[in-house]
Protein backbone atom coordinates (compact mmCIF):
# COMPACT_ATOMS: atom_id res chain seq x y z
CA UNK A 1 0.00 0.00 0.00
CA UNK A 2 1.15 3.41 -0.99
CA UNK A 3 1.73 5.37 1.98
CA UNK A 4 2.66 9.33 1.90
CA UNK A 5 3.86 11.52 4.76
CA UNK A 6 4.30 15.30 4.90
CA UNK A 7 6.10 16.71 7.75
CA UNK A 8 5.03 19.20 9.76
CA UNK A 9 1.49 18.74 9.78
CA UNK A 10 1.12 22.12 11.25
CA UNK A 11 3.77 25.06 10.34
CA UNK A 12 3.48 28.58 12.07
CA UNK A 13 5.78 31.16 10.79
CA UNK A 14 6.93 35.09 10.65
CA UNK A 15 6.71 36.84 7.92
CA UNK A 16 10.03 36.89 5.67
CA UNK A 17 11.43 33.95 7.54
CA UNK A 18 11.93 30.73 4.75
CA UNK A 19 10.87 27.18 5.72
CA UNK A 20 10.70 24.00 4.11
CA UNK A 21 8.27 21.39 3.68
CA UNK A 22 8.62 17.89 2.94
CA UNK A 23 6.74 14.83 1.54
CA UNK A 24 8.37 11.10 1.50
CA UNK A 25 6.53 8.61 -0.24
CA UNK A 26 6.92 4.39 -0.03
CA UNK A 27 6.85 3.17 -3.56
CA UNK A 28 8.48 3.82 -6.66
CA UNK A 29 6.40 6.62 -8.65
CA UNK A 30 7.99 9.59 -11.02
CA UNK A 31 4.75 11.84 -10.75
CA UNK A 32 4.06 14.21 -8.08
CA UNK A 33 1.42 16.85 -7.17
CA UNK A 34 1.31 19.60 -4.93
CA UNK A 35 -1.74 21.38 -3.96
CA UNK A 36 -2.89 24.50 -2.49
CA UNK A 37 -6.34 24.41 0.02
CA UNK A 38 -7.51 27.27 1.96
CA UNK A 39 -10.15 27.18 4.28
CA UNK A 40 -13.45 25.86 3.00
CA UNK A 41 -12.08 25.70 -0.34
CA UNK A 42 -10.96 23.22 -2.95
CA UNK A 43 -7.67 22.25 -4.48
CA UNK A 44 -5.87 24.29 -6.47
CA UNK A 45 -2.79 22.78 -8.53
CA UNK A 46 0.82 24.52 -7.40
CA UNK A 47 3.17 22.00 -8.85
CA UNK A 48 3.37 19.19 -11.06
CA UNK A 49 6.87 17.12 -10.93
CA UNK A 50 6.87 14.90 -13.66
CA UNK A 51 11.08 13.49 -13.11
CA UNK A 52 13.87 13.17 -10.69
CA UNK A 53 16.08 16.65 -10.11
CA UNK A 54 12.34 18.32 -11.31
CA UNK A 55 12.29 21.48 -10.17
CA UNK A 56 9.85 24.23 -10.39
CA UNK A 57 9.14 27.65 -8.95
CA UNK A 58 6.63 29.62 -8.94
CA UNK A 59 6.02 33.20 -6.56
CA UNK A 60 7.80 32.28 -2.77
CA UNK A 61 7.31 28.45 -3.23
CA UNK A 62 9.55 26.48 -5.17
CA UNK A 63 9.24 22.47 -5.38
CA UNK A 64 11.65 19.84 -6.17
CA UNK A 65 11.68 15.87 -6.63
CA UNK A 66 13.94 13.10 -5.69
CA UNK A 67 12.77 10.14 -6.84
CA UNK A 68 15.65 7.64 -5.81
CA UNK A 69 15.12 8.93 -1.77
CA UNK A 70 11.24 9.06 -2.71
CA UNK A 71 11.43 12.60 -1.68
CA UNK A 72 9.55 15.57 -2.51
CA UNK A 73 10.14 19.27 -0.55
CA UNK A 74 8.17 22.51 -1.24
CA UNK A 75 10.49 25.34 -0.13
CA UNK A 76 8.61 28.85 1.03
CA UNK A 77 10.85 31.91 0.50
CA UNK A 78 10.35 35.23 2.33
CA UNK A 79 6.64 34.30 3.63
CA UNK A 80 3.81 36.52 3.52
CA UNK A 81 0.12 35.95 4.91
CA UNK A 82 -1.40 35.20 1.77
CA UNK A 83 0.61 31.99 1.52
CA UNK A 84 -1.58 30.68 4.60
CA UNK A 85 -3.10 27.43 3.11
CA UNK A 86 -3.14 23.67 3.89
CA UNK A 87 -0.35 22.36 1.39
CA UNK A 88 -0.78 18.94 0.17
CA UNK A 89 1.22 16.54 -1.62
CA UNK A 90 -0.06 13.70 -3.84
CA UNK A 91 1.71 10.64 -5.64
CA UNK A 92 0.68 8.89 -8.66
CA UNK A 93 1.43 5.66 -8.40
CA UNK A 94 -0.25 3.49 -11.04
CA UNK A 95 0.01 6.02 -14.12
CA UNK A 96 -3.39 6.29 -14.38
CA UNK A 97 -3.73 9.44 -12.20
CA UNK A 98 -4.88 7.67 -9.30
CA UNK A 99 -3.48 10.04 -6.60
CA UNK A 100 -2.59 8.87 -2.80
CA UNK A 101 -2.71 12.05 -1.05
CA UNK A 102 -0.41 13.15 2.31
CA UNK A 103 -2.11 14.41 5.07
CA UNK A 104 -1.26 17.61 4.37
CA UNK A 105 0.88 20.83 5.81
CA UNK A 106 -1.24 23.54 7.86
CA UNK A 107 0.70 26.70 7.22
CA UNK A 108 0.46 29.90 9.37
CA UNK A 109 2.32 33.08 8.13
CA UNK A 110 2.21 35.74 10.96
CA UNK A 111 3.15 39.39 11.06
CA UNK B 1 -12.69 27.94 -18.96
CA UNK B 2 -15.40 26.67 -16.85
CA UNK B 3 -14.20 24.73 -14.11
CA UNK B 4 -15.67 21.41 -12.52
CA UNK B 5 -19.01 22.18 -11.26
CA UNK B 6 -21.02 20.29 -8.21
CA UNK B 7 -24.03 20.68 -6.23
CA UNK B 8 -25.26 20.83 -4.02
CA UNK B 9 -22.35 22.96 -1.87
CA UNK B 10 -23.50 21.75 1.88
CA UNK B 11 -25.93 18.91 3.01
CA UNK B 12 -27.39 17.78 6.50
CA UNK B 13 -28.71 14.33 6.76
CA UNK B 14 -29.72 12.18 9.46
CA UNK B 15 -27.50 8.99 9.86
CA UNK B 16 -29.43 5.97 7.84
CA UNK B 17 -30.95 8.69 5.68
CA UNK B 18 -30.12 8.51 1.73
CA UNK B 19 -28.11 11.52 -0.13
CA UNK B 20 -27.07 12.15 -4.12
CA UNK B 21 -24.16 14.32 -5.12
CA UNK B 22 -23.80 15.47 -8.62
CA UNK B 23 -21.19 16.86 -10.80
CA UNK B 24 -20.03 18.49 -13.99
CA UNK B 25 -16.97 18.08 -15.34
CA UNK B 26 -14.87 20.42 -17.49
CA UNK B 27 -15.86 19.71 -20.67
CA UNK B 28 -13.92 17.26 -22.79
CA UNK B 29 -12.88 15.83 -19.97
CA UNK B 30 -12.37 12.12 -20.31
CA UNK B 31 -11.37 11.15 -16.68
CA UNK B 32 -13.95 11.86 -13.42
CA UNK B 33 -12.66 11.25 -9.91
CA UNK B 34 -14.82 11.17 -6.37
CA UNK B 35 -12.68 11.81 -3.18
CA UNK B 36 -13.78 11.63 0.07
CA UNK B 37 -11.54 14.41 2.18
CA UNK B 38 -12.62 13.37 6.41
CA UNK B 39 -11.60 16.83 8.41
CA UNK B 40 -8.14 17.14 8.94
CA UNK B 41 -6.97 14.83 6.21
CA UNK B 42 -5.77 14.58 2.32
CA UNK B 43 -8.18 13.54 0.30
CA UNK B 44 -8.89 9.73 -0.46
CA UNK B 45 -10.14 8.00 -4.00
CA UNK B 46 -13.25 6.44 -3.69
CA UNK B 47 -13.93 5.78 -7.68
CA UNK B 48 -12.42 6.75 -11.14
CA UNK B 49 -14.20 6.73 -14.64
CA UNK B 50 -12.72 6.97 -17.73
CA UNK B 51 -15.42 7.89 -20.02
CA UNK B 52 -18.52 5.56 -18.36
CA UNK B 53 -16.25 2.69 -17.17
CA UNK B 54 -15.12 2.21 -13.95
CA UNK B 55 -11.13 2.30 -13.54
CA UNK B 56 -10.28 1.99 -10.51
CA UNK B 57 -13.14 1.18 -7.37
CA UNK B 58 -11.28 -0.08 -4.30
CA UNK B 59 -11.68 2.44 -1.96
CA UNK B 60 -15.33 2.66 -2.47
CA UNK B 61 -17.35 1.27 0.05
CA UNK B 62 -19.85 -1.16 -1.91
CA UNK B 63 -22.57 -1.77 0.83
CA UNK B 64 -23.53 1.62 1.02
CA UNK B 65 -21.65 4.26 -1.79
CA UNK B 66 -22.52 3.45 -5.73
CA UNK B 67 -21.72 6.08 -8.54
CA UNK B 68 -22.37 6.42 -11.79
CA UNK B 69 -21.67 8.44 -14.81
CA UNK B 70 -23.63 7.92 -17.85
CA UNK B 71 -22.63 9.04 -21.07
CA UNK B 72 -19.41 9.66 -19.99
CA UNK B 73 -20.36 13.20 -18.64
CA UNK B 74 -21.91 14.21 -15.62
CA UNK B 75 -22.04 11.90 -12.33
CA UNK B 76 -23.70 11.11 -9.29
CA UNK B 77 -22.09 9.80 -6.29
CA UNK B 78 -24.85 8.35 -3.85
CA UNK B 79 -24.41 7.33 -0.04
CA UNK B 80 -27.45 4.81 1.00
CA UNK B 81 -28.25 4.69 4.22
CA UNK B 82 -26.03 7.39 5.50
CA UNK B 83 -23.55 7.11 8.56
CA UNK B 84 -21.68 9.36 10.91
CA UNK B 85 -18.63 8.56 9.68
CA UNK B 86 -19.78 9.69 6.27
CA UNK B 87 -19.43 13.18 7.74
CA UNK B 88 -16.59 15.02 5.23
CA UNK B 89 -16.03 16.69 2.10
CA UNK B 90 -16.89 14.86 -1.16
CA UNK B 91 -14.87 16.23 -3.72
CA UNK B 92 -14.89 16.18 -7.61
CA UNK B 93 -12.15 16.30 -10.48
CA UNK B 94 -11.43 15.76 -14.17
CA UNK B 95 -8.41 15.22 -16.46
CA UNK B 96 -7.96 15.40 -19.60
CA UNK B 97 -7.51 11.71 -20.64
CA UNK B 98 -5.54 8.82 -18.98
CA UNK B 99 -5.39 6.77 -21.22
CA UNK B 100 -2.95 8.83 -23.17
CA UNK B 101 1.04 8.71 -22.39
CA UNK B 102 1.57 12.14 -22.77
CA UNK B 103 1.23 13.36 -18.81
CA UNK B 104 0.31 16.72 -19.64
CA UNK B 105 -3.09 15.11 -20.20
CA UNK B 106 -3.02 13.78 -16.21
CA UNK B 107 -3.38 16.56 -14.41
CA UNK B 108 -6.53 16.89 -12.16
CA UNK B 109 -8.37 19.93 -11.57
CA UNK B 110 -11.33 19.80 -8.49
CA UNK B 111 -14.35 21.39 -7.80
CA UNK B 112 -15.68 23.21 -5.44
CA UNK B 113 -16.62 19.96 -3.08
CA UNK B 114 -19.88 19.15 -1.12
CA UNK B 115 -19.71 19.61 2.70
CA UNK B 116 -21.94 16.32 4.10
CA UNK B 117 -22.80 16.70 7.60
CA UNK B 118 -24.69 13.34 8.88
CA UNK B 119 -26.48 14.03 12.27
Known amino acids: ELKVEQNPLFLSMQEGKNYTIYCNYSTTSDRLYWYRQDPGKSLESLFV?????AVKQEGRLMASLDTKARLSTLHITAAVHDLSATYFCAVDKTGYSTLTFGKGTMLLVSP | EAGVAQSPRYKIIEKRQSVAFWCNPISGHATLYWYQQILGQGPKLLIQ????????DSQLPKDRFSAERLKGVDSTLKIQPAKLEDSAVYLC?????????????????FGPGTRLTVL
Open chain 2, 49 to 56: FQNNGVVD
Open chain 2, 93 to 109: ASSLDTSQEDRVFNEQF
Open chain 1, 49 to 53: LLSNG
